[in-house]
């Protein structure tokens, strides 16, 4: 595949097109002894069905073009396509499939083949939201979210599926299936001093930040919420321009060192007993989070961290009458957690076991990430892993055993690995083998798990495994056969330190030659709190580098000193120094990719970064003008004093001013020498002031530079603007890249 200059959005889109199969989208069947799910295009869609106690699979449906008539008949509509005219499915019972055929709902009887139009609800019903599928359905609900805008979401659903809760106005708002009424369960909320409670948002769970959501209690009569005082907490301006007059919005936006939000844990009770707060001392500086209900819903597991991230303390609290215990604390001499799993994420490594009665801790005070052990006293029992490779996460906990995910093997770091551990002490068994990233799936029951893993260079394949890891069966393996593309290479290179390992991926054109050269462009991050390079075939950055290729350029992605998935001495580099090890590193990393590529021995070199990565790429280029010919920024993150997500690793202005001054960047605007393009979205309130600084200060030092202003865009750009900036990303790489270099 290859594409011009104008078609970036469009290969991005394709690739999803060209890639098709190998991960599962799984319908567990209520009886718990079958799996389905569809394969293929959706002009010629399969399914399959597996017996999971015996592990035989075969046709979803034995016959397609009869199903396809039987469509027909019972809902007068002709499906698209020659497969399946299905493009999801679920149990309607042990051996009835529900599915949707346009906006026609239908049941599949997997025996007789039969197919039965669902009765369409009564239009009066569904316009006063009597119908049944609404009062089920979890509205959309407008929630908070820290120093961002506030974000769609869909409300919570009680553990036995009778009520949903969301937010209105600050305050926590229950819904009833039963008569679709919603009722405040608090009234003293206001949008300064509000009433929340956690979701993760789909973008977070792409980047790995998902967790157990622990709001309804598992009997479903408690609500576990927080509520947030904004109080004094920094506001920032947001400008909106495009209505006849502009608006003013003011976002709250905690910076470095200043006022922080105030967080205090709340039990509600949905039958009408008083709130209960539970009693944390003084909160300030702190983060609270509720970690998990202990089975007899009336005990509360609580985690809370120090606002520097180097003290965590664990809680058990009395849902009835608030009142805690202190079960056990850790203390480190840098941060004990990644900021921003905490504050956006809940992912705060703390477990219960089923049965209530010990707690699971992630800990780095080997150096290395592991897993502890502790009964509902707060005394260590033992400790479940160890040796010098890190847990990833944990996935599920049984009865017996601590599922996980983890980097077991060190020869290829950033591979991830499923794996289990007893609970009761042994070793450790490893229940995947093949290289890649590797992410789990368990079935209701937790009897079996479907396995699903890629590589940069090879698509996805699932397979279905037991417990115990041992094969059940193949699922789905990737289809590449219509993909034509030079598959991306994983690499090594040595960090500045001249020991260190580090490692990327490059990518290249579809008409990639060896006997030619090629501009080199950087995709960039380096921010502490995530590794970008994309390991797999899916990874975050994937699809984006790949693109980038395209447009003739020998791409590439390496994770420096100072992010995770490595040891805690690897983390710890950018602790107090943000900038150790973003120049030293990544020039090192250009350096060796040109020495050993003839096809890059004469590369002019590009970088383009965004967020934290806006940080990084000026950063290289300014530093390093040697190295890198060009540097874009978008949505940049300049200023460290700009955020409190700065505190975990800087310290405060006040008294760490050094690693403050060390990671200023304006005053660097001065020799920046490399060509710069500057790009931000108007209401990105937590970068459109530092974007205005950059150009401020660059203009001042009598420094050229385009500045693209993408008009009422957020930190995420919209798909028209995303496809207008990376057009002038395009030409902006040509010209200073391209022309004179091949």
Same mark, same amino acid.
């Given at each position: 595949?290859?594409?011009?200059?104008?078609?970036?959005?469009?290969?991005?889109?394709?690739?999803?097109?060209?890639?098709?199969?190998?991960?599962?989208?799984?319908?567990?069947?209520?009886?718990?002894?079958?799996?389905?799910?569809?394969?293929?295009?959706?002009?010629?869609?399969?399914?399959?069905?597996?017996?999971?106690?015996?592990?035989?699979?075969?046709?979803?449906?034995?016959?397609?073009?009869?199903?396809?008539?039987?469509?027909?008949?019972?809902?007068?509509?002709?499906?698209?396509?020659?497969?399946?005219?299905?493009?999801?499915?679920?149990?309607?019972?042990?051996?009835?499939?529900?599915?949707?055929?346009?906006? $026609?709902?239908?049941?599949?009887?997997?025996?007789?083949?039969?197919?039965?139009?669902?009765?369409?609800?009564?239009?009066?019903?569904?316009?006063?939201?009597?119908?049944?599928?609404?009062?089920?359905?979890?509205?959309?609900?407008?929630?908070?979210?820290?120093?961002?805008?506030?974000?769609?979401? @869909?409300?919570?659903?009680?553990?036995?599926?009778?009520?949903?809760?969301?937010?209105?106005?600050?305050?926590?708002?229950?819904?009833?299936?039963?008569?679709?009424?919603?009722?405040?369960?608090?009234?003293?909320?206001?949008?300064?001093?509000?009433?929340?409670?956690?979701?993760?948002?789909?973008?977070?769970?792409?980047?790995?930040?998902?967790?157990?959501?622990?709001?309804?209690?598992?009997?479903?009569?408690?609500?576990?919420?927080?509520?947030?005082?904004?109080?004094?907490?920094?506001?920032?301006?947001?400008?909106?321009?495009?209505?006849?007059?502009?608006?003013?919005?003011?976002?709250?936006?905690?910076?470095?060192?200043?006022?922080?939000?105030?967080?205090?844990?709340?039990?509600?009770?949905?039958?009408?007993?008083?709130?209960?707060?539970?009693?944390?001392?003084?909160?300030?500086?702190?983060?609270?989070?509720?970690?998990?209900?202990?089975?007899?819903?009336?005990?509360?597991?609580?985690?809370?961290?120090?606002?520097?991230?180097?003290?965590?303390?664990?809680?058990?609290?009395?849902?009835?009458?608030?009142?805690?215990? @202190?079960?056990?604390?850790?203390?480190?001499?840098?941060?004990? @957690?990644?900021?921003?799993?905490?504050?956006?994420?809940?992912?705060?490594?703390?477990?219960?076991?089923?049965?209530?009665?010990?707690?699971?801790?992630?800990?780095?005070?080997?150096?290395?990430?592991?897993?502890?052990?502790?009964?509902?006293?707060?005394?260590?029992?033992?400790?479940?892993?160890?040796?010098?490779?890190?847990?990833?996460?944990?996935?599920?906990?049984?009865?017996?055993?601590?599922?996980?995910?983890?980097?077991?093997?060190?020869?290829?770091?950033?591979?991830?690995?499923?794996?289990?551990?007893?609970?009761?002490?042994?070793?450790?068994?490893?229940?995947?083998?093949?290289?890649?990233?590797?992410?789990?799936?368990?079935?209701?029951?937790?009897?079996?798990?479907?396995?699903?893993?890629?590589?940069?260079?090879?698509?996805?394949?699932?397979?279905? @495994?037991?417990?115990?890891?041992?094969?059940?069966?193949?699922?789905?393996?990737?289809?590449?056969?219509?993909?034509?593309?030079?598959?991306?290479?994983?690499?090594?290179?040595?960090?500045?330190?001249?020991?260190?390992?580090?490692?990327?991926?490059?990518?290249?054109?579809?008409?990639?030659?060896?006997?030619?050269?090629?501009?080199?462009?950087?995709?960039?991050?380096?921010?502490?709190?995530?590794?970008?390079?994309?390991?797999?075939?899916?990874?975050?950055?994937?699809?984006?580098?790949?693109?980038?290729?395209?447009?003739?350029?020998?791409?590439?992605?390496?994770?420096?000193?100072?992010?995770?998935?490595?040891?805690?001495?690897?983390?710890?580099?950018?602790?107090?120094?943000?900038?150790?090890?973003?120049?030293?590193?990544?020039?090192?990393? $250009?350096?060796?990719?040109?020495?050993?590529?003839?096809?890059?021995?004469?590369?002019?070199?590009?970088?383009?970064?965004?967020?934290?990565?806006?940080?990084?790429?000026?950063?290289?280029?300014?530093?390093?003008?040697?190295?890198?010919?060009?540097?874009?920024?978008?949505?940049?993150?300049?200023?460290?004093?700009?955020?409190?997500?700065?505190?975990?690793?800087?310290?405060?202005?006040?008294?760490?001013?050094?690693?403050?001054?060390?990671?200023?960047?304006?005053?660097?605007?001065?020799?920046?020498?490399?060509?710069?393009?500057?790009?931000?979205?108007?209401?990105?309130?937590?970068?459109?002031?530092?974007?205005?600084?950059?150009?401020?200060?660059?203009?001042?030092?009598?420094?050229?530079?385009?500045?693209?202003?993408?008009?009422?865009?957020?930190?995420?750009?919209?798909?028209?603007?995303?496809?207008?900036?990376?057009?002038?990303?395009?030409?902006?790489?040509?010209?200073?890249?391209?022309?004179?270099?091949?």
């Amino acid at each position: 595949m290859t594409t011009g200059h104008a078609g970036f959005d469009r290969f991005i889109e394709g690739v999803g097109e060209l890639v098709t199969d190998g991960t599962v989208v799984p319908a567990w069947s209520p009886d718990g002894k079958s799996l389905a799910f569809l394969d293929g295009t959706a002009e010629e869609r399969t399914g399959q069905l597996v017996d999971l106690e015996s592990g035989r699979s075969g046709p979803l449906v034995a016959d397609v073009t009869a199903l396809r008539d039987a469509v027909r008949a019972a809902t007068g509509q002709t499906p698209a396509g020659k497969g399946l005219p299905f493009d999801h499915i679920g149990f309607a019972g042990a051996r009835q499939l529900a599915a949707a055929v346009g906006s $026609v709902q239908v049941t599949v009887d997997l025996d007789s083949g039969e197919v039965a139009e669902v009765p369409a609800e009564r239009p009066l019903d569904v316009h006063l939201e009597f119908a049944d599928s609404l009062r089920r359905t979890p509205k959309e609900f407008l929630r908070t979210v820290p120093l961002v805008d506030p974000a769609k979401a @869909r409300e919570l659903a009680s553990p036995q599926g009778d009520a949903f809760i969301s937010t209105v106005d600050g305050n926590i708002v229950l819904r009833s299936v039963a008569d679709n009424r919603a009722v405040p369960l608090t009234t003293d909320g206001t949008p300064e001093h509000e009433y929340r409670f956690d979701l993760v948002d789909p973008a977070l769970a792409v980047l790995g930040l998902a967790f157990a959501v622990c709001n309804w209690s598992p009997d479903g009569s408690r609500l576990a919420v927080h509520r947030v005082d904004n109080r004094g907490v920094h506001q920032s301006p947001q400008i909106h321009h495009l209505k006849r007059e502009d608006e003013v919005v003011h976002r709250y936006h905690g910076q470095a060192g200043g006022r922080l939000e105030r967080t205090t844990l709340h039990v509600l009770d949905r039958y009408g007993r008083a709130p209960v707060e539970l009693d944390l001392g003084d909160t300030t500086d702190t983060y609270p989070v509720h970690a998990a209900w202990l089975p007899d819903s009336a005990q509360l597991v609580v985690f809370v961290l120090s606002r520097d991230c180097r003290r965590a303390e664990v809680l058990l609290a009395d849902a009835t009458t608030g009142k805690t215990r @202190r079960l056990f604390s850790e203390e480190g001499e840098t941060f004990l @957690r990644i900021h921003h799993d905490v504050y956006f994420g809940r992912k705060i490594g703390l477990f219960a076991t089923p049965d209530g009665t010990r707690l699971l801790w992630l800990s780095e005070r080997s150096g290395w990430k592991h897993l502890y052990l502790y009964d509902l006293d707060g005394t260590p029992i033992r400790q479940l892993t160890e040796g010098e490779w890190p847990v990833d996460y944990v996935h599920r906990v049984d009865d017996d055993h601590v599922y996980f995910t983890a980097h077991l093997d060190q020869t290829r770091p950033y591979d991830v690995h499923l794996a289990r551990v007893p609970l009761a002490g042994g070793p450790v068994e490893r229940l995947s083998d093949q290289p890649g990233v590797h992410r789990m799936m368990f079935a209701p029951t937790g009897e079996v798990l479907i396995d699903t893993w890629s590589t940069p260079a090879e698509g996805p394949r699932s397979v279905l @495994r037991r417990a115990d890891g041992s094969l059940v069966c193949e699922l789905s393996a990737a289809d590449t056969s219509q993909l034509d593309w030079t598959p991306p290479r994983q690499f090594t290179a040595t960090a500045a330190d001249g020991e260190t390992e580090l490692w990327g991926v490059m990518f290249f054109p579809a008409d990639f030659d060896e006997t030619k050269q090629y501009p080199l462009v950087e995709y960039v991050y380096g921010g502490p709190q995530i590794a970008v390079a994309p390991h797999s075939s899916d990874g975050f950055y994937t699809k984006k580098v790949l693109a980038l290729a395209q447009l003739g350029y020998v791409t590439f992605v390496v994770d420096g000193r100072g992010t995770p998935g490595r040891s805690k001495a690897f983390h710890d580099v950018v602790f107090r120094d943000w900038t150790a090890g973003l120049a030293p590193d990544h020039a090192a990393v $250009v350096r060796q990719l040109k020495e050993r590529h003839t096809f890059l021995s004469e590369a002019k070199v590009g970088v383009v970064g965004g967020s934290w990565g806006g940080y990084t790429a000026f950063h290289l280029a300014a530093e390093r003008p040697d190295i890198y010919t060009a540097a874009v920024s978008f949505a940049p993150g300049f200023d460290p004093y700009s955020s409190v997500l700065y505190e975990c690793y800087l310290g405060f202005p006040q008294t760490d001013r050094d690693a403050y001054r060390k990671a200023e960047l304006f005053p660097l605007a001065t020799q920046l020498s490399s060509e710069f393009l500057l790009a931000c979205g108007t209401i990105d309130h937590a970068t459109w002031t530092d974007s205005i600084k950059m150009c401020e200060a660059l203009i001042r030092a009598g420094k050229e530079h385009e500045f693209v202003v993408l008009p009422e865009q957020p930190h995420g750009f919209d798909a028209v603007h995303d496809s207008y900036f990376w057009r002038k990303v395009a030409a902006f790489f040509r010209a200073h890249l391209q022309e004179g270099n091949r």
